[in-house]
């Protein structure tokens, strides 16, 4: 037997698990092992079985799985439209978990990380296109400054993993409050799936390097579906628009080259870094900001672009790199002034623009997708270039220092 934190981590051993609740303790011989509480009482638990691919676990012809992950990217879309699709082609999540979210007036979304990211995505769909009022909230901050609870919440939890310790002691708090709990995960079965009334799953395959990839735009197409779902005018035709997201995706991907010598042109032998945007550009340059300090080491901020003259803009040196991403018609000009600001004090700016937006001297123009997706598209692009940056400062890019896959300590 082994002790595991994670089904995943010994997923090459076996396919049999047994879970350990809280307050319990295991006995592990080489072949036998039994549970009991601190009590004293015996627990007699029956297997699980996960149910993975073992194709999905190898890196194939890929040097790294970031890589494979990144490229996965299209099918998982694909795969998750097929997924929350009826007989009739419409997209439906569970009636229960419909009916559930119908009755609340506000959505508490709380995770870490990426995931964190994805929630403020998760935001604005819910707001936008289901009309609730939704909060995100970072699971290790929750209990020192929990949200001021009235009516009827919901409360999302978000996690690749499903595992992570500071989202799980918010769910267990919010469990004896009594309220209602949705988790979207990538991994069946696991402890934040289990423990949550409803759970929606990512289907993005197993992610194993650490920087977190498609679990992202799973994330993200999740929680539209979800939002699209509960909207009353059905006027966004998400499923068509998901799967021109998924050609441009393809195309961005099929390019990677590019990315590869703005990476060098950009980030060879730099300390730091900015990616600034406004809106759900914004959004996309945390993340962006956060895959790339992770991975190459590179410390980089994700910056509302607006923001940046009020102090920080105060960093920028002679050739400081500065990533502007431009995908909002609305923001564009103003974005474009925040990137002359940063230039006039010596940053060299690269800017990553949505097609119908672009200027002559920009750097990487995306295919044009629904403005409300974009976040899809423009997260694929900062992927790859903190892969190559850390191919090509010499790292390990599945397995950055100081990190693990599944973070189970508080
Ligand atoms: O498994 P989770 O989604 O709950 O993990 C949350 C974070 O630890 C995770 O997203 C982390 O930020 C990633 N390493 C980022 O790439």
């Not at 082609?89 to 569970?94: F, K, V, Y």
């Not at 707001?127 to 009827?152: C, D, R, W």
């Not at 997260?379 to 890019?397: E, K, N, S």
Request: aromatic share 6%.
């Amino acid at each position: 037997g082994v002790v595991a934190s994670d089904a995943m981590a010994t997923i090459q051993l076996t396919d049999q698990y047994v879970e350990i609740h809280d307050g319990e303790m295991v006995q592990l011989t080489n072949t036998d092992f039994a549970i009991e509480t601190v009590s004293g009482s015996v627990i007699n638990r029956a297997p699980y079985k996960a149910t993975v691919d073992a194709a999905d676990l190898e890196k194939g012809m890929y040097p790294y799985y970031m890589l494979k992950e990144i490229d996965e990217q299209p099918a998982v879309l694909r795969r998750i439209v097929q997924q929350y699709q009826n007989s009739a082609g419409e997209l439906e999540i569970p009636n229960e978990l419909k009916q559930a979210v119908q009755a609340v007036d506000r959505i508490h979304i709380v995770a870490c990380g990426t995931s964190y990211h994805a929630g403020w995505l998760g935001k604005h769909f819910l707001e936008k296109m289901a009309g609730i009022p939704t909060e995100v909230h970072i699971a290790s901050e929750f209990s020192y400054n929990p949200p001021l609870i009235t009516g009827n919440p919901l409360f999302v939890f978000i996690s690749q993993s499903g595992e992570t310790a500071d989202s799980r002691q918010v769910l267990v708090k919010i469990k004896e409050w009594g309220y209602p709990t949705l988790t979207i995960t990538n991994v069946q079965g696991s402890t934040l799936s289990r423990e949550a009334d409803h759970t929606l799953l990512l289907h993005a395959g197993p992610e194993i390097a650490v920087a977190s990839t498609k679990a992202y735009t799973a994330q993200i197409s999740v929680l539209a579906i979800l939002a699209a779902t509960l909207s009353e005018e059905n006027d966004f035709a998400l499923i068509h628009e998901l799967g021109i997201v998924a050609n441009a995706m393809d195309s961005i991907i099929a390019e990677k080259e590019q990315i590869a010598e703005l990476a060098e042109a950009y980030l060879t032998d730099k300390r730091s870094a900015f990616y600034i945007g406004r809106g759900l550009d914004y959004y996309v340059s945390m993340e962006a900001a956060l895959k790339l300090k992770e991975i190459s080491y590179v410390q980089t901020e994700g910056f509302a672009a607006g923001e940046l003259k009020h102090g920080t803009i105060a960093l920028i040196e002679e050739g400081t790199p500065v990533i502007a991403l431009i995908t909002q018609a609305e923001n564009a000009s103003h974005t474009r002034g925040n990137i002359e600001e940063v230039r006039s004090r010596g940053a060299h700016t690269c800017v990553c623009v949505m097609e119908g937006l672009q200027q002559e001297s920009d750097q990487l123009v995306l295919p044009a997708v629904h403005p409300m997706l974009t976040p899809l598209l423009a997260v694929v692009p900062t992927q790859l270039l903190a892969y190559y940056a850390t191919l090509q400062r010499g790292f390990d890019v599945d397995k950055p220092r100081n990190l693990a896959k599944s973070v189970t300590v508080e």
